[in-house]
């Protein structure tokens, strides 16, 4: 007993040391907002599109409410829309408590849950095999990296293990010996299994598969136990084969119908009794969520499929050897050989009926496994760990047995051997235990040339990072330095730190960087002098918006592997950048070679992304190559005029295949001032003022300014043109471009940034709007100048009279509006332009 103390409390330590040193996975935002936002509201809205059951993100939500100043953002549209990934953005980034204390929090129960699951597989190993059996299942439990990566982190897959394995384990000693109790038992944790993930119904067939083997044998208790309630001990005994295996189909068949209806009694449950019609259902049914989530489900790891990594491959439709490669690579070696040995074991040990649960749910599991087309993780084989280790402990008797010296001692050695190698194997990769692998895929720095996403690099080394970037720059002599960085996560880098300074390559979320996921300043020809730091998903390319732009950094041997999934480049061999390149609705992806060579490939240079149905940007310096689908400025003939009769047409894509049509324009930069002498003369002019009022009467109190006015961050506006005029009829539009300048480089955590354009009645209601921003921040450079189109519906309900244009910028996330300076001092935080006349219907 005290063993399985001392190796249960081991666990638990390495579990909560560890969790505290990793910044948030990919799906854990998700997750924990999911849980937080069903116990708050009871509504289930982030849940029913391709989610999951709400169980264990509830368990996960619970500890949040020890925090007073946790609140859910219930006004943003995305609330409303259910677009849980913006939400979750919204939850966890935008509100008052530190993410790190949110999911240090949120982690806890995961934690827990690890512990109970080491301690059942330790209670049914020691149920069949004796104390030495228990230790032998709860050693290997309390050191595979595998379950103490994921045993950590608020995400379902060890809700799942733990779940699956406790409803084989009920119904297994159901089934040995039946009762009422172990009845019940079992369908609630069959139900249980069911409310943390949608593939946990594997269950049903695998349980009746197990309880059709049993009662094939003529001992089966639950057999045995049918024929004697129903008939007396004479007739019982009078039966021949085919009665007894009549009877105990029957008495399956019972079982199974209780154990799946009381699964659905406890499913509906932590579904609040939903009561409802699923998409495309004629009838209501009880927890029409789940029903729906279920054929999400199913047809994304059937059908769908997952952009997924395997060996210098990539695909989405997965392959049918993935798991078997995964498994091989990720498991301890040592697990691997005590696995075969507990096989050999078999010939000196008969192999039992009890233990028929050990292997056959495993094999058959991992046999649908390799059916899918979900290829994403050896996460997804977590549920089989347990039972695998527990049947391990099949040779604690001939351990203890050679212990007392009535076996073989080499057994000890052996035992004694593999458990060390075990131990110092898990311990000397710790905390970093997401990116384990094993001697044959060359340790924990050779497996991203075979797997990556969960199975190494899920995001959770900004921390590491952070700390590797301030000791390199300590031990050169300045501050931490600035890094260009690519990482498959979901969090804010500048987090970790004020001081952390970075620009944002290509990454492969959406968010928290809404819309700009594929967009940067990086040019794939030519990376610009400096440190790289990029996660291993990224490196190989997967699933990247942008497609496989890094495919020299793979050529290069990095300076540092940081978590063993971050690398760290050094790029010292490119000049400094000229001739930038901007881009529109396209991606580097949707270029052919000779697109990409006559853009980026005329030398070091940055690229500028805008949509260039609503904006334009003007680089500052050097002759820029406009990339576009169609001409741009469409939005201002004359200045669409102006462009094309000073640009070049230097090339054209045609649509073919996955390419779509582009064309390539050069402006030299005689050409580019030229245009904008011709374009924007008369912007600066148009009346600019701020005001407190709210009432715009003859008493509002108005302060006029000169262009250019100055904003936070470096924005200036040069000024506007109204396209509209400055009248308009109810149900109208005004049409607004405004011209800004970028005078300092756009902070890298200021990414969602967007421009407000407001029109305000009298009393300063919005009678139309539009939020905006078609230009990309991140790339913009002291000197550029960008412009904007605004389209503003006016109500058809709106009243004549004069109408103010209100106009600003404010950071989605955060819904906080950027200053207005004047001489330094923050004046305002909008700007009021040339009043609208509305005039009668």
């Avoid at 576009?628 to 894509?653: I, M, N, Y």
């Avoid at 519906?793 to 509006?817: C, N």
Wanted: glycine content about 8%; charged content about 15%; overall charge neutral.
């Amino acid at each position: 007993m005290a063993t399985e103390v001392i190796l249960l409390l081991g666990l638990f330590a390495q579990l909560l040391f560890s969790a505290g040193l990793k910044s948030p996975t990919i799906d854990e935002p998700n997750h924990l907002t999911r849980g937080y936002a069903y116990l708050k509201t009871g509504d289930l809205r982030l849940s029913r599109v391709a989610g999951h059951p709400p169980l264990f993100n509830l368990l996960c939500a619970w500890p949040l409410f020890l925090l007073d100043d946790l609140s859910l953002p219930l006004h943003s549209p995305n609330w409303v829309s259910g677009f849980r990934n913006a939400f979750a953005t919204e939850f966890i980034f935008g509100g008052a408590v530190l993410p790190d204390r949110l999911f240090f929090l949120g982690r806890l129960p995961v934690i827990l849950t690890t512990v109970c699951l080491a301690a059942l597989a330790a209670r049914w190993a020691g149920e069949l095999y004796g104390t030495w059996g228990s230790v032998v299942a709860l050693l290997l439990c309390a050191l595979d990296p595998n379950l103490i990566a994921h045993g950590r982190l608020a995400t379902t897959d060890i809700g799942m293990t733990l779940f699956f394995l406790l409803s084989a384990y009920l119904f297994w000693r159901f089934l040995r010996r039946p009762s009422l109790t172990l009845l019940v038992l079992s369908g609630v944790a069959l139900g249980l299994a069911q409310g943390v993930k949608f593939s946990a119904v594997l269950l049903l067939p695998l349980l009746g598969l197990l309880g059709l083997i049993e009662v094939a044998n003529p001992k089966c208790s639950l057999t045995v136990a049918w024929l004697l309630r129903n008939t007396d001990k004479a007739d019982a005994k009078a039966r021949g084969t085919l009665g007894r295996l009549v009877s105990g189909l029957l008495a399956l068949s019972v079982t199974m119908a209780a154990a799946v209806l009381l699964a659905g009694l406890t499913l509906w449950v932590i579904y609040g009794f939903q009561i409802g019609r699923p998409s495309g259902w004629p009838i209501a049914v009880p927890a029409p969520d789940y029903v729906e989530g279920l054929r999400g489900t199913w047809i994304h790891a059937s059908a769908t499929g997952h952009p997924a990594f395997l060996m210098g491959r990539r695909s989405t439709r997965g392959w049918w050897y993935y798991f078997p490669v995964a498994f091989v690579l990720k498991t301890p070696l040592p697990a691997l050989i005590a696995l075969l040995s507990g096989w050999v074991s078999n010939v000196w040990k008969r192999f039992s009926r009890a233990e028929w649960p050990l292997l056959l749910i495993p094999v058959a599991y991992f046999g649908l496994s390799m059916r899918g087309v979900l290829t994403i993780g050896y996460r997804h084989l977590l549920p089989i760990l347990p039972f695998l280790w527990i049947y391990v402990g099949r040779i604690g008797p001939l351990l203890r047995a050679a212990s007392t010296g009535q076996g073989r001692r080499w057994v000890t050695v052996g035992a004694t051997a593999l458990g060390l190698w075990l131990a110092v194997g898990t311990l000397s990769v710790a905390p970093h235990y997401l990116a384990y692998f094993n001697a044959l895929a060359g340790g924990a720095d050779g497996g991203w040339r075979y797997l990556v996403d969960s199975n190494l690099d899920w995001g959770q080394d900004l921390p590491a990072l952070k700390a590797y970037l301030d000791q390199l720059g300590s031990a050169r002599g300045y501050g931490a330095p600035r890094v260009y960085l690519s990482w498959f996560g979901t969090t804010y880098p500048h987090l970790y730190g004020q001081d952390f300074e970075y620009r944002l390559l290509p990454s492969h979320f959406a968010y928290p960087y809404p819309r700009d996921a594929a967009r940067s300043s990086y040019n794939p020809l030519y990376p610009p002098p400096g440190l790289y730091a990029i996660g291993a998903t990224n490196l190989q390319g997967v699933g990247l918006a942008a497609g496989d732009v890094f495919a020299r950094f793979r050529e290069r041997d990095p300076l540092a592997r940081v978590g063993h999934s971050n690398f760290v480049y050094e790029v010292t061999d490119s000049p400094a950048s000229v001739n930038p390149t901007c881009v529109s609705d396209l991606r580097f992806k949707d270029l052919t070679a000779e697109t990409t060579h006559v853009s980026l490939g005329r030398g070091p240079g940055p690229v500028k992304w805008f949509d260039h149905a609503t904006s334009f940007i003007l680089p500052a310096t050097g002759d820029p190559v406009y990339v576009l689908p169609t001409s741009p400025l469409e939005f201002v003939p004359d200045w669409q005029a102006a462009f094309l009769t000073h640009a070049e047409v230097v090339h054209r894509q045609a649509k073919e295949g996955r390419y779509p049509a582009a064309t390539v324009y050069h402006f030299d930069r005689i050409s580019a001032e030229g245009w904008l002498a011709e374009a924007l003369p008369s912007i600066s002019i148009a009346p600019i003022s701020w005001s407190p009022a709210v009432v715009f009467d003859a008493s509002a109190e108005v302060h006029s300014l000169s262009s250019p006015v100055s904003f936070d961050h470096g924005l200036e506006l040069l000024g506007y043109l109204l396209v509209s005029g400055k009248t308009l009829r109810p149900g109208q539009a005004l049409e607004l471009v405004t011209v800004w300048r970028s005078t300092a480089e756009m902070p890298a955590a200021v990414t969602d940034l967007r421009v407000f354009a407001h029109l305000l009645d009298d009393h300063s209601q919005v009678r139309g709007a539009e939020d905006r921003l078609g230009l990309h921040p991140p790339t913009w450079e002291p000197g550029d100048v960008l412009i904007q189109y605004h389209r503003l519906p006016l109500a058809i309900d709106a009243e004549p009279g004069t109408y103010q244009i209100e106009l600003g910028f404010y950071t989605y996330i955060t819904m906080r509006r950027l200053a207005v300076r004047q001489n330094g001092t923050s004046i305002s935080d909008r700007l009021l332009l040339q009043p609208i006349e509305v005039l009668e219907p």
